[in-house]
């Protein structure tokens, strides 16, 4: 692909905001989850936190977002605060469903997100609809929807997938190909590459650690998307550094593997990146949100359980 380095300071300074508070929260929720506060468990992007931010660093404010468990990054670009996530992990009152759900599964229409489900591949076609909506309406917006490699082995991707390229929706598709798919490898459940699986929707293939080569892939997609010419397939080659979540110790995993990636991890690449162009970021920036998030977790830990009674309104009719 062109890489162009389209990025300027300013975007360049608030991904990297954008991963380094991702890694931070999930860390902070990690010892959360250690002290048994959180009510489900963490499933980590450690490692993947380029994939979801930088994607969604390229999209517009209008376009909608659907995003999977390890997509966290994404949504606080999009604005969800680590308050808001440390309230729902813990169940409590102000989080985003109120302390229905545990996990990261709510959406914020007014953040243009549509809320994770759990089957996966579901999202595709739902965010095909989205997008065909766009068009319908003759709005200039794009949707986009993240899936692993053991996402992308399910029929609802390909009959999501299938329906946006025939229809040319403006729909980006970005596939996590991380390595694993709980602790099965991909040349134990999909034959050849991921990038194969694109039924003709425009592909391409990124270093996903490469923070500025996705946000430049993610930003080439939203062109296309807006010019008409139908979905784009955009797969990232990634590592998952931790389990499938903090309850898997990923024995399965090879350590020497762990350890190659481990020289790829797209934050310190990022910073040096960022370094050559004379674009440091505030060193102090680490122990700053580190603090800031800190406080957010404590405010969560101090905030009230929910009433029984408000937990059904919204889930069942009456
Ligand atoms: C349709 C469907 N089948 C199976 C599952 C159970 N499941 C949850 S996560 C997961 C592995 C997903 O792997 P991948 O898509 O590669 O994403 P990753 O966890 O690597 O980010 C599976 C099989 C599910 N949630 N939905
Ligand atoms: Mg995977």
């Given at each position: 692909?062109?890489?162009?380095?389209?990025?300027?300071?300013?975007?360049?300074?608030?991904?990297?905001?954008a991963m380094l508070i991702t890694r931070l929260t999930e860390e902070r929720l990690v010892k959360l989850f250690r002290q048994g506060k959180t009510l489900g468990s963490v499933y980590r992007?450690?490692?993947?936190?380029?994939?979801?931010?930088?994607?969604?660093?390229?999209?517009?404010?209008?376009?909608?977002?659907?995003?999977?468990?390890?997509?966290?990054?994404?949504?606080?670009?999009?604005?969800?605060?680590?308050?808001?996530?440390?309230?729902?992990?813990?169940?409590?009152?102000?989080?985003?469903?109120?302390?229905?759900?545990?996990?990261?599964?709510?959406?914020?229409?007014?953040?243009?997100?549509?809320?994770?489900?759990?089957?996966?591949?579901?999202?595709?076609?739902?965010?095909?609809?989205?997008?065909?909506?766009?068009?319908?309406?003759?709005?200039?917006?794009?949707?986009?929807?993240?899936?692993?490699?053991?996402?992308?082995?399910?029929?609802?991707?390909?009959?999501?997938?299938?329906?946006?390229?025939?229809?040319?929706?403006?729909?980006i598709v970005v596939g996590e190909s991380n390595g694993y798919a709980f602790s099965t490898p991909p040349e134990?459940?999909?034959?050849?590459?991921?990038?194969?699986?694109?039924?003709?929707?425009?592909?391409?293939?990124?270093?996903?650690?490469?923070?500025?080569?996705?946000?430049?892939?993610?930003?080439?997609?939203?062109?296309?998307?807006?010019?008409?010419?139908?979905?784009?397939?955009?797969?990232?080659?990634?590592?998952?550094?931790?389990?499938?979540?903090?309850?898997?110790?990923?024995?399965?995993?090879?350590?020497?593997?762990?350890?190659?990636?481990?020289?790829?991890?797209?934050?310190?690449?990022?910073?040096?990146?960022?370094?050559?162009?004379?674009?440091?970021?505030?060193?102090?920036?680490?122990?700053?949100?580190?603090?800031?998030?800190?406080?957010?977790?404590?405010?969560?830990?101090?905030?009230?359980?929910?009433?029984?009674?408000?937990?059904?309104?919204?889930?069942?009719?009456?």
């Amino acid at each position: 692909m062109v890489y162009a380095n389209a990025m300027d300071r300013e975007t360049a300074l608030g991904l990297h905001e954008a991963m380094l508070i991702t890694r931070l929260t999930e860390e902070r929720l990690v010892k959360l989850f250690r002290q048994g506060k959180t009510l489900g468990s963490v499933y980590r992007s450690l490692g993947q936190e380029a994939t979801s931010c930088a994607t969604a660093m390229a999209l517009g404010p209008d376009d909608m977002i659907a995003p999977l468990i390890r997509n966290l990054g994404s949504t606080l670009v999009r604005g969800v605060t680590p308050l808001e996530v440390f309230l729902q992990y813990l169940g409590r009152v102000g989080g985003p469903t109120g302390g229905r759900e545990h996990n990261n599964h709510f959406g914020s229409v007014a953040r243009g997100i549509i809320a994770p489900t759990s089957m996966l591949g579901a999202l595709i076609p739902v965010m095909a609809g989205v997008a065909l909506s766009f068009r319908q309406k003759g709005e200039r917006r794009v949707a986009m929807t993240w899936i692993g490699d053991g996402g992308s082995s399910t029929g609802a991707f390909y009959e999501g997938l299938n329906f946006a390229v025939v229809q040319k929706l403006p729909l980006i598709v970005v596939g996590e190909s991380n390595g694993y798919a709980f602790s099965t490898p991909p040349e134990r459940q999909m034959a050849g590459r991921m990038s194969l699986r694109s039924q003709g929707a425009f592909t391409l293939t990124v270093d996903g650690n490469d923070a500025p080569a996705v946000y430049e892939a993610a930003a080439q997609a939203r062109q296309r998307c807006l010019e008409g010419k139908g979905p784009v397939f955009l797969v990232c080659e990634t590592f998952r550094m931790k389990g499938h979540a903090e309850h898997d110790d990923q024995r399965y995993v090879d350590p020497e593997l762990l350890a190659q990636w481990a020289t790829k991890d797209p934050l310190p690449r990022f910073e040096a990146w960022m370094t050559q162009r004379g674009w440091q970021p505030d060193p102090g920036l680490s122990a700053r949100l580190e603090r800031e998030l800190l406080t957010a977790a404590d405010a969560a830990l101090e905030a009230p359980w929910p009433e029984p009674a408000s937990l059904t309104p919204g889930v069942f009719s009456s």
